[in-house]
């Protein structure tokens, strides 16, 4: 229910005295309290409401966007005839003459350099060609959005369906191919790229950093393994070379397989001692839990036959008779 709120003024009589306090506040506050109660809810039924249409609205947008658009391009036409004016004064003074303390232009002891006018006008040239880029980036800009717009207005109404196939042709998303993992040299040194300035078209800032330097083109591989580390030589040097210096899984090499109980056994050396006592042990283990197995069902069996055949409670198992119930 939609209602609106119609304001009540009371009007006082004329012999009604009202007195101002400015020490004390609770005047203040009676007064707020009284313009909140003279507010009246008034509900109006759907025929009798005034609610503007989706077009009317959608209108008012646009003329808007028009409206703030031309303030845009005269406040920008003003700025240019500003900054000309600005220039031509400037140059008016220096051809006539510098200034006085009291602001009055003098033309005595005044020498006009041809070079200096000459590199004015090149700074002004520049300045319009300046001006213009900057006006040509904005105008991409706001075309560039406004296809964005239209484009995410195109795909929300398109079926989940009809977004695959087209992410399929234009590789987008799930479909997109991932870049080839460049290889490194051994022990190459890491450097990060930054994130600032990378929409810049520079090809300083577009050029590829994983690129190995003259330190990292030697094979350091082929050095002993002494020398095989960061930083040689230097106080902060870590003993930490690389993980598959550290790693001890040998999972993706093929000498080695994994057997049953997680145990590592290399295949070309099946005869080794190690691999004979890891059989051994297991062996071991195996016949020790069966024996553990067979002790305990004698003894389920011996306390079941205690229950059942007693003679006097002194644990003797021979032929007893059965007991008298």
Do not use: C
Not at 55 to 68: A, D, P
Not at 109 to 119: M, P, S, T, V
Not at 141 to 167: A, F, H
């Amino acid at each position: 229910m939609e209602f609106e709120f119609k304001f009540e003024q009371k009007i006082e009589s004329e012999n009604e005295i009202i007195s101002y306090d400015s020490d004390s506040d609770s005047d203040s506050d009676d007064e707020k309290n009284s313009l909140f109660k003279n507010f009246k809810p008034i509900f109006k039924k759907k025929e009798e409401r005034q609610q503007p249409s989706i077009e009317e609205i959608e209108k008012q947008e646009e003329e808007e966007l028009r409206r703030k658009q031309e303030r845009e391009n005269e406040r920008k036409i003003e700025v240019q005839k500003q900054v000309e004016s600005l220039l031509e004064a400037e140059d008016l003074r220096e051809k006539k003459g510098g200034e006085d303390e009291n602001g009055n232009y003098q033309q005595e002891n005044f020498f006009i350099d041809k070079d200096e006018l000459f590199n004015q006008e090149e700074e002004k040239e520049k300045w319009k060609i300046r001006e213009l880029l900057r006006i040509k980036k904005e105008k991409e800009e706001e075309t560039s959005y406004k296809r964005e717009q239209l484009e995410i207005k195109r795909r929300r109404k398109m079926n989940e369906e009809e977004k695959l196939k087209e992410d399929e042709k234009l590789e987008i998303g799930k479909f997109a191919k991932q870049k080839e993992k460049q290889k490194w040299a051994f022990l190459q040194v890491y450097r990060h790229k930054g994130v600032f300035f990378q929409d810049e078209d520079n090809p300083i800032i577009q050029r590829d950093i994983s690129a190995p330097t003259e330190r990292d083109i030697f094979d350091k591989s082929l050095l002993p393994k002494v020398l095989q580390v960061k930083n040689m030589g230097k106080k902060g040097r870590s003993k930490w070379t690389h993980l598959t210096d550290q790693d001890t899984t040998y999972l993706k090499d093929e000498k080695y397989s994994i057997q049953e109980n997680n145990f590592l056994f290399p295949k070309s050396n099946k005869n080794d001692n190690l691999e004979n006592q890891f059989k051994n042990q297991i062996e071991n283990q195996k016949e020790k839990e069966k024996e553990e197995e067979e002790e305990k069902e004698k003894k389920k069996i011996q306390q079941k036959y205690l229950y059942n055949y007693r003679r006097g409670g002194d644990g003797n198992l021979e032929k007893p008779s059965k007991r008298k119930n």
